[in-house]
């Protein structure tokens, strides 16, 4: 059964920084783009960033400069270091991994940015 499980999650003042996790039980994991995506509370869910298979990454152009999504192969892990978080960065961030019609979402970490 695959699973994505996410870590990294909590609460940080503006201008902080935090390393989010996950964690992907997928054979040939290799081969899927992952990605980050957030929701924040009465707005749509959102991409932040993914990373593919060949390791080229695509950023929403709120995160840029600031998230940095990278991978580990033979961990089967994905990672998004965020620094300089701002409140607006808050919000549940889940996990995606996708690979032709295959595709698989974490059950979402919180990440609250306040003072």
């Known amino acids: 059964q695959v699973q994505l499980v996410e870590s990294g999650g909590g609460l940080v003042q503006p201008g902080g920084s935090l390393r989010l996790s996950c964690a992907a039980s997928i054979s040939s994991f290799n081969f899927y783009a992952m990605g980050w995506y957030r929701q924040a509370p009465g707005k749509q869910r959102e991409l932040v960033a993914v990373v593919t298979s060949g390791n080229s990454t695509t950023y929403a152009d709120l995160v840029k400069g600031r998230f940095t999504i990278s991978r580990d192969n033979a961990k089967n892990i994905v990672y998004l270091q965020m620094n300089s978080l701002k409140p607006e960065d808050t919000a549940v961030y889940y996990c995606?991994?996708?690979?032709?019609?295959?595709?698989?979402w974490g059950q979402g970490t919180q990440v609250t940015v306040s003072s």
């Open positions: 995606y991994g996708g690979f032709s019609i295959r595709s698989y």
